[in-house]
């Protein structure tokens, strides 16, 4: 697969987020400046409850700032429409969960062909992007198998695959080891500085491996929706 | 195939026994609305005129059911005196009810005349009953039995064969018609006869003669006279309860198609709702996902609507077949009429529609957040 082209730039500036849990307004996040460069590999960590999902899912357009300027490729997310955002989405980012987030339904060569066929893909062409994909991530000899078949570190080899599908700019990682044992984990990591370091994807993630920390371009630290430590390398 | 369609038939199969869950629960509601819809046609149905006669009727007032009436001949006469120039004839006819291998059927006797030119009973197959141990029997009967033409049944003790079908103008009852000789002969003739028929020329007022026979004090002392279809109104007295009834289980037959469909709907949807979500965090567009929802739901809805259908259909030909309903011998036939059966489907697919436009909502203001449990 050929080096992606795309910006992949992120901005954001003084991003907030307010939930309102039953009469009670919970801030989320109180103020996040952030700005991530084409083909960089960012690592938020920060403790459970700190707003690490959070941002990431403002960041990757599935969920809305209260308050706040976001750009993802130099395009304004803060006041477009909803199906704007969803088709932004379709075009431009990835997603790794931490529980994978498969279909059940579909098997692992469906699972990766979905976003492709999102996007208007014919079923052949996008079955035969995604039979390369599974290939790449290791798992041509698993196509066939349902999620409930594989384990839990080919299940994330799979979700990767799949948010590899639309050749994104950015993969957003939502503690993409944390379900997984060291093994598994450390062979995630290996493929996902991979694809940053080959394709020039740029990729945040959210964890709290510390070993994805180290390997990181830029890192942060959430505490109670505020970074309180970055470091660049 | 387009990438929606094609995850519809793969979710659908995938959780075969979830789909079939779905298809039956919905299905329960199908049959409940169609068996409830025939039902209430039936009652709709059930006792009415067909074509009013204009004949009236003499039965004993101080009988309830018209089979404790006893009559007397004289009465008849006394009839035909008081009203000379508007009454053509006058005729006896026994009147019973009874349990016939199972059935609760009516036999009437008349003269053989009257009954082919002044009841208004057409022959639609075979032949009049001429000879002893003889009768014909309403096409009403060959609802609520699996009679036909030859067939012998035991009445009071003896065989009688139906020689024919026929149709009566007014309510179908289940009955059974033999010629007077051969009722007196079975029944005896200490009772009397039990009504007693005036025949009215065309050009009379039914209601206007009625009224004076019973001012007559040879006849109101011991008789009350009706029209023809009054008869029957009285015989039916449950009619205009199971009019009542009927509207009753019309309603309830439309809430269980629109409520029912709705909620099986709303279910597996929101069973759904992880996969949605992220099919549209995978970049489905709300549209498309209703699109998508809603053509799940129809595939879902069409299948229940078919097996709901097939079950009833089958139902009501067995219960008509094997057990037919039948109310004083007047029959309740069941039907599946086509304008029930379209208005289900409609609303059936119309609440479907609902319970996925309501459901998709809701999900999408959940968020992602969601996808994290």
């Keep these: 697969m050929s080096k992606i082209e795309c910006a992949g730039s992120i901005e954001a500036a003084g991003l907030e987020k307010v939930y309102l849990r039953g009469s009670e307004h919970v801030a989320a996040l109180n103020g996040v400046d952030l700005k991530v460069n084409a083909g960089e590999f960012v690592v938020i960590s920060g403790h459970s409850g700190s707003g690490k999902s959070t941002l990431l899912h403002i960041l990757g357009g599935i969920d809305r700032p209260t308050k706040g300027e976001l750009s993802v490729n130099q395009v304004n997310l803060t006041g477009i429409s909803e199906a704007a955002l969803t088709r932004f989405r379709r075009d431009n980012i990835g997603f790794i969960f931490q529980f994978y987030n498969l279909l059940p339904s579909l098997n692992a060569l469906d699972n990766v062909s979905m976003p492709s066929m999102a996007k208007g893909l014919s079923w052949k062409a996008a079955r035969e992007r995604a039979a390369v994909l599974l290939e790449q991530v290791g798992l041509s000899h698993r196509q066939k198998h349902t999620p409930g078949q594989l384990s839990g570190g080919e299940q994330q080899r799979v979700a990767i695959a799949r948010a590899m599908a639309i050749e994104p700019c950015v993969i957003l990682a939502d503690e993409p080891t944390g379900d997984l044992d060291t093994a598994s984990a450390n062979s995630i990591v290996s493929l996902m500085t991979d694809l940053n370091q080959r394709l020039g994807i740029t990729f945040i993630i959210a964890t709290h491996n510390l070993h994805l920390v180290r390997l990181a371009s830029s890192s942060y630290e959430l505490l109670d929706g505020r970074f309180t430590q970055a470091s660049r390398k | 195939m387009d990438a929606l369609g094609y995850f519809t038939v793969r979710d659908l199969l995938h959780d075969r026994w979830r789909s079939l869950l779905t298809i039956i629960s919905l299905a329960v509601v199908v049959v409940s609305y169609l068996l409830l819809a025939a039902l209430s046609q039936a009652y709709l149905s059930f006792g009415n005129h067909a074509e009013p006669s204009t004949n009236l009727m003499i039965i004993d007032a101080n009988a309830l059911d018209p089979m404790e009436s006893s009559l007397q001949a004289s009465i008849l006469q006394a009839a035909a005196q008081i009203a000379p120039d508007q009454i053509l004839a006058t005729f006896p006819s026994l009147f019973r009810h009874l349990d016939i291998q199972g ?34 029997v309403t096409d009403g009967l060959i609802q609520v039995t699996s009679w036909k033409i030859g067939t012998v049944a035991n009445i009071y003790g003896e065989d009688f064969q139906v020689t024919g079908i026929v149709r009566s103008s007014g309510s179908q009852f289940a009955s059974i018609w033999m010629t007077y000789a051969e009722g ?68 309830i037959s439309l809430l269980a198609i629109t409520f029912g469909t709705y909620n099986a709907t709303r279910l597996s949807l929101t069973e759904r709702g992880h996969e949605i979500l992220l099919l549209h965090v995978l970049g489905f567009t709300q549209a498309k996902l209703r699109t998508f929802l809603f053509t799940r739901s129809l595939v879902l809805t069409l299948a229940a609507y078919l097996v709901g259908w097939s079950i009833s259909w089958a139902f009501i030909t067995y219960q008509g077949m094997h057990a037919p309903i039948s109310i004083q011998a007047a029959p309740l036939i069941l039907s599946l009429p086509p304008a029930s059966s379209l208005l289900g489907l409609l609303l059936s697919v119309s609440f479907a529609f609902l319970g996925v436009w309501l459901t998709t909502g809701p999900l999408s203001r959940r968020g992602l957040s969601a996808l994290r449990d």
């Design chain 2, 184 to 251: 007196l002969r079975l029944f005896g003739s200490t009772k009397g006869f039990q009504i007693g028929y005036v025949q009215l020329a065309p050009s009379a007022n039914p209601e206007e003669v009625r009224a004076r026979l019973q001012a007559d004090p040879r006849i109101n002392a011991q008789a009350a006279v009706y029209l023809d279809t009054t008869l029957a109104d009285r015989y039916n007295q449950v009619n205009q309860n199971l009019l009542n009834l009927s509207l009753v289980q019309a309603l």
């Design chain 2, 103 to 136: 059935h609760i059927l009516q036999i009437r006797a008349v003269p053989l005349e009257d009954m082919q030119n002044r009841l208004s009973l057409s022959l639609l197959q075979g032949n009049w009953p001429v000879g002893g141990q003889q009768m014909v």
